[in-house]
């Protein structure tokens, strides 16, 4: 079956540092990968998409790009911001059409000024 | 436009009582998603509906888990009896159908059983 292992938390960064959250998927067919966010107090939002290999999505000075070599889909921020605290999830579904998302155990992200 | 709506956004009752939760998807979208967020297992599809039809719904733990949708803007997901071990937080979440479409969550109800 489809699976998504991504790094566990917390991370905690202080504020312009680099950050990487690395995901890695297992899936059946050609899959669709995603990163959502969850703010606190808010519900799950859409961050980036990708849906083929090479593609970069991108979002918010957020980057993700499909590895399909290596079954990644890695999340990167050049330079973090107090506000980018949340927890980050990252998801797969299957091609085509719109299946359920295959979540990863999410990571909490706290940055410090 | 209104997002997903979720309601109740808290739920607390006893062990045994009927629990009913709701949602109200995005007018226009076709397919409607029921999720759960446990510490353990983290986000799970419960079950998923596409133009009001269900799908799949092998990831619904029991037979007292029950989830309908009788028109385009509404779904429940029912428990019935409760247990102390769905406490958790569900998530209602609806998109197009179509290849790679977003979905779209609500805020979530969390759901605590005593």
């Known amino acids: 079956g489809n699976s998504v292992t991504q790094m566990e938390g917390p991370v905690t960064l202080s504020e312009e540092a680099f950050l990487t959250i690395n995901c890695t998927y297992t899936?059946?067919?050609?899959?669709?990968l995603f990163w959502y966010v969850k703010y606190p107090g808010e519900g799950l939002q859409l961050l980036l998409k990708?849906?083929?290999?090479?593609d970069k999505g991108s979002n918010k000075g957020f980057e993700a790009t499909y590895r399909k070599e290596t079954t990644s889909f890695h999340l990167e921020k050049g330079s973090v911001q107090v506000s980018d605290s949340a927890v980050y999830f990252c998801a797969l579904s299957d091609y085509p059409g719109n299946t359920p998302l295959v979540f990863g155990k999410g990571t909490r992200l706290s940055v410090i000024a | 436009d209104a997002g997903v709506i979720q309601s109740p956004r808290h739920e607390v009752t006893e062990m045994g009582q009927e629990v009913t939760l709701r949602c109200k998807p995005i007018s226009g979208h076709n397919s409607l998603f029921w999720y759960r967020q446990t510490m353990m297992r983290g986000l799970e599809l419960l079950i998923y509906f596409n133009n009001n039809v269900p799908i799949d719904d092998s990831g619904m733990p029991e037979d007292r888990f029950s989830a309908k949708m009788p028109n385009a803007s509404f779904s429940t997901l029912k428990i019935q009896p409760s247990e102390p071990r769905d406490s958790a937080v569900y998530f209602c979440?609806?998109?197009?159908?179509?290849?790679?479409?977003?979905?779209?969550f609500g805020d979530g109800t969390r759901l605590s059983i005593l």
């Open positions: 990708a849906t083929k290999a090479d």
């Open positions: 899936a059946t067919g050609y899959p669709s």
């Open positions: 979440a609806s998109s197009l159908w179509g290849e790679s479409q977003p979905q779209h």
